[in-house]
């Protein structure tokens, strides 16, 4: 039988695939404590919700109630409310409770079982109007402080919330109840900066100076010695350097850095050195091939050719020499389109005028794959 692979990718992490962050996680719960909102940023695949999960688990330690919802997904308020019903489900002799005082005869049992073998329930179809599930939306926040319990209420992706077309009903709503219900706290986690600082610096926004916004830390050196030790599991020799090489590639992103060891493993190879980096890479780029041509083919001509020198040069962007290379008309062409790659969320501002950093690195590598 072939072993088990050591390494994780693609979906929440916990037990021997997790890194602990045990200093970032404690700061999070310090805040939490003192009933301090928390917005959590992180770049997209860089473990908000795997610190999320981490942090549960401790707090649920210490008997706390953690209430996962996930509006990943969400187009309306309906959506949230059943997104909103479906993280309860788990806390059964609560959600018993919730239904008999709250939801009444208004949720009637599907015929469907969840994976933990739950019966899931839905709103009756005489309760459906947006009167109605707005209401429930509320009640259901409101029940929140029968609970004897310190409840924690984190909402991964959270600026979806503030992205439903409802002139902001959800987000007022959810502010109201962060300061209403006296036992709750928020963490949010959100991966796109630019909404999330307009959501909390913008005076007009609900959410205005409401949270404490932290950055998930890049990992440090001893992320290496984890992978290090996760390979000679594995039977694997492996060395710092090629690793270092892997993690400055992906931008520190720990989706990539497994997903490439991952690759890595199951070669069957004895040590790992930067040759099999870089095949990894190009397979993990080449998986991704089929969106990343999409994507690309949506672009005009002067953004595509923006792309492919922000890909290859990094600095100095804006000099001539880069301009005629990639056959740019003008730099304000080129700032043109660097603002709408943006826009478009592909490229992130960086701290130094004249540089970019893609949002996506492998994307970056895959444009550099034909330039
Ligand atoms: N602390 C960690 N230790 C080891 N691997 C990690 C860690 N955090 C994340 N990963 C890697 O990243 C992958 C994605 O993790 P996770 O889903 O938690 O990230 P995310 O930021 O929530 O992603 P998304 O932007 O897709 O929601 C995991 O499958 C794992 O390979
Ligand atoms: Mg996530």
Known sequence: MASTNPFRYGSPVEGEYYFPLPQFNKNIRSYLDNRIHVVLYGPRRFGKTSLILDIAKEEEKESAVFILIDVYNITSHWDFLQQLLRSLRPK???????????????????????????????????????????????????????????????????????????????????????????????????????????????????????????????????????IISRFKKAGIKCAGQPINELRKLVYDTPNYIQQACYHISSQNVEKVDLAEIRSALRTIVSQSAFSFESLHNSLTLFQQRALRLCANEEKALFSKEFIDKYQIPSAPTLATSIKSLKLRGLLDPTPNPGQVKFEDPLFKLWIKSFS
């Not at 300061?179 to 986690?189: E, I, R, T």
Request: a negative charge; charged letters at 25%; aromatic letters at 12%.
């Open 92 to 226: 059964q002799t609560w959600f018993k409770k919730l239904k008999d005082k709250v939801l009444g005869t208004k949720l009637i049992p599907t015929a469907d079982v969840d994976p933990v073998g739950q019966i899931s329930f839905s709103l009756h179809p005489d309760f459906r109007s947006e009167k109605d599930v707005k209401e429930l939306i509320q009640d259901t926040f409101a029940s929140f402080n029968d609970l004897d319990a310190k409840v924690i209420i984190a909402i991964d992706e959270f600026q979806k919330i503030f992205q439903l077309n409802d002139s902001g009903w959800l987000a007022t709503t959810m502010r109201t109840q962060m300061q209403g219900l006296k036992n709750c706290v928020f963490l949010f986690s959100g991966s796109q900066k630019s909404v999330l600082a307009d959501m909390l610096n913008n005076q007009n926004s609900p959410f205005y100076k409401s949270c404490m916004i932290l950055d998930m830390p890049n990992p440090g050196d001893d992320f290496t010695d984890w």
